[in-house]
């Protein structure tokens, strides 16, 4: 069975983008068939992860301009060789990109409510389908736009994982239990399962609040999490800290494949397996 797994906020810059691309090439490093999808189609940005300018995009197979094999593009051997290097055998990294011109996020925008848009959500669940039989998927990832744009729910109803990912501001924070009400219920009760992933903890840079320590800020975090789940029912991963060193990083990168022992590869490994076994 394929996991179709889709990484959304109600924020953007809560770590969705980051998250998506280094799980994906966990999963790869695991020995799994992953195809990574950039559903962000009002902002898209996974293509620079893997400094490739693609010859089609999602976009054209949604508009009857490619071939699944066109649009979606094996990686593993041509663009991440140290991938393949620390990868079994068996591992492929599978990426689809949307395109970030102006005139393709026009045309999305432009398409919402009529007939066109029906018609590309219809070849967005034949994508999906094509993925899964052609490519022999074991994990399928989105990145998401955030918030309720047409294009999110998109990208949320061909998931069967959503991954609410949130920072610890007040915002952040009510916003995503708006969502919980407003959206994931519905999905919830449809069979999808849903997870709140705090991403961006403090913890690892300002001494005296690590992770583990057990002190005032991540009682913090704790209480959010436990107050979310006492009003929307919406259980939680284990958070991941903020890493000074990816924030401010100048270019984004995959940290786990670039540094597989940095905390962040190893706390990803963990959540990932922790979602995989909550079946
Ligand atoms: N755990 C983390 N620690 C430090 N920086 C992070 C972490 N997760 C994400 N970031 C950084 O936060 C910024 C926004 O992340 P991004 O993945 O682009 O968010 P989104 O896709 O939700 O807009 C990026 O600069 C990224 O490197
Ligand atoms: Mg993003």
């Not at 294009?151 to 069967?160: C, E, F, G, T, V």
Request: neutral net charge; charged residues 25%.
């Amino acid at each position: 069975m394929t996991h179709c797994i889709a990484i959304h906020s109600y924020k953007g810059g809560t770590g969705k983008t980051t998250i998506a691309a280094n799980a994906a090439a966990l999963l790869v490093m695991m020995g799994k068939r992953v195809a990574i999808l950039d559903l962000d189609v009002y902002a898209p940005s996974l293509h620079n992860y893997f400094k490739i300018n693609p010859k089609k995009w999602i976009n054209d197979f949604l508009d009857n301009n490619a071939d699944i094999d066109e649009a979606i593009v094996d990686l593993t051997d041509t663009h991440l060789p140290q991938l393949r290097e620390k990868s079994h055998s068996e591992g492929r990294l599978f990426t689809g990109f949307s395109n970030p011109s102006r005139d393709a996020i026009f045309k999305f925008e432009m398409g919402n409510g009529t007939d066109y848009w029906k018609k590309q959500f219809r070849k967005l669940v034949f994508l999906r389908e094509q993925i899964i039989t052609k490519l022999d998927t074991d994990f399928i990832i989105i990145d998401t736009s955030p918030g309720i744009r047409h294009w999110s729910i998109n990208a949320l109803s061909i998931a069967d994982k959503l991954i609410l990912t949130m920072k610890m501001d007040d915002l952040d924070i009510e916003g995503t239990k708006k969502l919980l009400f407003e959206i994931y219920t519905t999905f919830v009760r449809f069979g999808a399962i849903s997870y709140i992933l705090l991403n961006r903890v403090s913890g690892y840079c300002i001494p005296g609040t690590t992770m583990d320590s057990g002190m005032e800020k991540n009682q913090d975090h704790r209480m959010v999490l436990e107050e979310l789940h006492k009003e929307t029912g919406a259980n939680s991963l284990t958070p991941l800290p903020c890493y000074c060193d990816i924030q401010f990083s100048p270019r984004e990168f995959l940290t786990v494949i670039n540094n597989p022992t940095h905390p962040f590869s190893l706390k990803l490994k963990n959540i990932i397996n922790e979602m995989i076994n909550n079946q």
